[in-house]
């Protein structure tokens, strides 16, 4: 399911809803979406939850909306202030200049608030309990960072537009602008627009959903998350059996979906030496 989530609602809200809708326990999300977020999270239902892990780490899209002229002490607006600056003086140029070393590839330092873990506790839960939290940067790439509208003034609004590995914090990309043009900087909106190959044209609100429960059948959301291979009958029955595929070219880095000669999704594989080995098989 291509679920378009509402704000002030957190993803486990929404499963908890599909769960009711869909009439199982096994529904499952593939990429969080803080509260204050809308947009694409993509859901599984009964056995496409075995997918979610994989659909997790696709590259994603979002629009956000930077305030330039204070910092936060979750780096969006729902954090207390913690500085504050007046921006007047940024320019439409400034800001452009200012996102460019931000694009790329990129050492990012997670927001403090994040739910990585530090010490086995969530780090988001250690910053509200009074903690000073410092985590270490991550490699992440960031393919687009584009300034979509600018609004001069002393508290400056940017909209961008952003393309991101998964791992990437927008919140810390508002952040790292803010600071690079030494007036500080916080997300105020952010909607996702893309998880992979689904998007908000598939995308359906709860509301929605509840006149009309619709999901996307497990074939075409393979289609749609992964690189698609075809095989032929012999190549098809050796899958079933959960056999690697010696002589089967797979992209590296990243697993296929395997398909029957009748177009239905049996497995995801990997590249294994001069082969490809299940990953997980669902028939």
Known sequence: MVVDKPIDWTSHDVVGRTRRL???????????????????????????????????????????????????????????????ADASALTIDDVRAAMEPLTGAIEQVPSSVSAIKVDGQRAYARVRSGEQVELKARPVVVSAFELLEFEPGERAVARVRVECSSGTYVRALARDLGAALGVGGHLTSLRRTRVGGFTLDQARTLDQLGEHFEMVGLDDAARAAFTAVELDEDQARDVRYGRALPGLSVPSGKPVAIFAPDGSFLALYEAAGSGARPVAVFV
């Open 22 to 84: 869909a009439g199982t326990r096994k529904v499952g999300h593939a990429g969080t979406l803080d509260p204050m977020a809308t947009g694409v999270l993509v859901l599984g239902v009964n056995r496409a939850t075995r997918l979610l892990g994989h659909v997790a780490g696709a590259d994603k899209e979002y629009l956000a909306t930077i305030s330039l002229g204070a910092t936060t002490v979750t780096d969006d607006a729902q954090g207390e202030e913690t500085s504050v």
